[in-house]
Nanobody, 120 residues
Framework: QVQLVESGGGLVQPGGSLRLSCAASGSIFSINVMDWYRQAPGKQRELVAGITSGGSASYADSVKGRFAISRDNAKNTVYLQMNSLKPEDTAVYFC??????????????WGQGTQVTVSS
């Protein structure tokens, strides 16, 4: 089985920065897509940023120019650099990955989430 473990969340003031990381471990043959979602209280979960195995990245309009996603394939890890943070960025951030297992089957995996709070 595969596990995703997020880290890097916390409390930050508006305009500040945080860097989230998500490491995948387990019976992995290859990782296709890795991405970040977030869910704020009373709102639906939304896609924040995603990155393919080839390094092609995409972003939600609300974070373009402020967030940057990257991945280290050797470490099976994806990062989300968050700059110029705003109170509306406050949410639980979830790592997600589409992974081909050693048995050659694709599955979706989710991390447990890490809280990001932006407040004065």
């Amino acid at each position: 089985q595969v596990q995703l473990v997020e880290s890097g969340g916390g409390l930050v003031q508006p305009g500040g920065s945080l860097r989230l990381s998500c490491a995948a471990s387990g019976s992995i043959f290859s990782i296709n897509v890795m991405d970040w979602y977030r869910q704020a209280p009373g709102k639906q979960r939304e896609l924040v940023a995603g990155i393919t195995s080839g390094g092609s990245a995409s972003y939600a309009d609300s974070v373009k120019g402020r967030f940057a996603i990257s991945r280290d394939n050797a470490k099976n890890t994806v990062y989300l650099q968050m700059n110029s943070l705003k109170p509306e960025d406050t949410a639980v951030y979830f790592c997600h990955a589409v992974i081909l297992s050693s048995s050659k089957r694709y599955n979706d995996y989710w991390g447990q989430g890490t809280q990001v709070t932006v407040s004065s």
